[in-house]
């Protein structure tokens, strides 16, 4: 995505703040019930309040380590499985149903069954988000295998590339452009996986939290620890960007003649 | 001593025949181009050379050894840009050394001076033009000493000076080279000017050798002059009236 210019950020944010100034006050005059939608000003309140009391930091650390161990696992296997699958045909025609059968399985549906096998702690949660960012990185890698340059590749051979030197200097730098839209998406979706297992059943973490504040309807401590989420995230996402930026550093600037999608 | 001795090779794609039957022999140290209507298997043939390509009939001897998978004595000039988009000029140009394990750091800025990018080392190749890109290329195909050098259209895409100085700097690298050089192009100004001898390849499918023309210009040849001499015109008169029909008839099929 371009970025936007100056004028569109001023937009944007006026956007943002008029929606929370309509439900702050929304919820201040008593148009929406306080009980049912908080109010942004107490949603941020109690955030500060988490973060000076201090506990939320064990939580979020933990949510943050099931999310790393998920995403690091998740995408070593996704980018080797790609790999062996789309450079031996064979393998690759072998696994392509059961592939597609295990990717349409429901994922939430597993958490039950991974409390199960690997218990409470935080290693059900990783299993949940290592089938989730698995896929994601899997296909990604797989179809960026698939799609390099025949060119590229004859050059390579030409000048000499043993098979281990055009996985090195080809494939996977061809393949990056992939692998890195698949880690986008698979950042979001690791964090999102762990926090519903951490809801549907565990002592600690962010979705532990929100757990615990639903369990008392307090609306208010469900909107701020999802705000620390999307906090996360964001910081997380940004990091992911600078990274694929210096990594693709080789393309192209995007023509702004692009229509700003994707 | 011949570079590339092909024997009776045919290749077909899915039912349709590209070259058929094609004898050739290449004595090393010569400058060979081929030349025939667009599509006819010029590229066809390149890639059967450069071991890219199995022949489907016949069979193929580089240096007196008969080839089977990659030609390690060859490099090859693509007809498409190839550089790889994700290394800088420099180390496109230290490629082929750094693929054998050898240090080439210090060669490759050689080249990188030898072919004019001083000063574009670190640049990567969607930073420049067409004609550089080609020089990229040409550095990378020839840092490696092949003993042949295979090269696609190389120049087709370039405007006219550009692809004049190009020439030139083909000839000065390969002059005293003891290198042999397969040079395709449909342009037969650019063979006649080049080359010790033009081979004429017929219109496809099935296309075979139809005519071999040996270029008895004198080296060193100055390519600005080179079109504006008799010899040049009989050569060119000669060839062209083979090209012409095989060109004809390679529309008459396409229609
Ligand atoms: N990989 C391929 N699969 C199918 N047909 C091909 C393939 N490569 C070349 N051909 C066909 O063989 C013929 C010769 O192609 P090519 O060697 O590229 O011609 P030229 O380089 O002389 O223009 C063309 O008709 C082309 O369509
Ligand atoms: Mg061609």
Redesign the interface.
Known sequence: MPAPGRRMILWQIALGAAFLGAWQWGASAGALDKFFFSRPSDVLGRVFQWLIAGSIWTHLGVTLAEAFLSFAIGVLLGVVCGFVLARVPFLGALFDPYIRIANALPRVALAPIFLLWFGLGIWSKVALGVTVVFFIVFFNTFQGVREVDPLILNNARMLGASERQLIRHVLIPSALTWIFSSLHISIGFAIIAVVVGEYLGSSKGIGYTIAQAEGVFDTTGVFAGMTLLAAVVLIVGAAVNRLERWLLRWKPPPSSAEPPLG | MTALALRGVTRRFAGYTAVEGITLDIPAGRFVSIVGPSGCGKSTLLNLA?G?LAPSEGSIDVFGERLAG???R???M?Q?????????VLDNIA??LR??GRDSGHEAREWLTRVGLDGFGSS???QLSGGMRKRVAMA??WI?DPDLVLMDEPFAALDVHTRLRMEGEILDLWTGSNKTVVFVTHDLEEAISLSDEVVLLSAGPGSRTVGRYPVDLPRPRNLIDLKTEPRFHQLYNAIWSGLREEVLKSHARTR
Do not use: H
């Not at chain 2, 498409?80 to 800088?88: E, G, H, Y």
């Open positions: 450069a890219l990659i030609n390690r060859a490099s090859y693509f498409q840009d190839a550089l790889l988009p994700w290394k800088t490629l082929g693929f054998r990567y190749p969607y990378q195909s490696v």
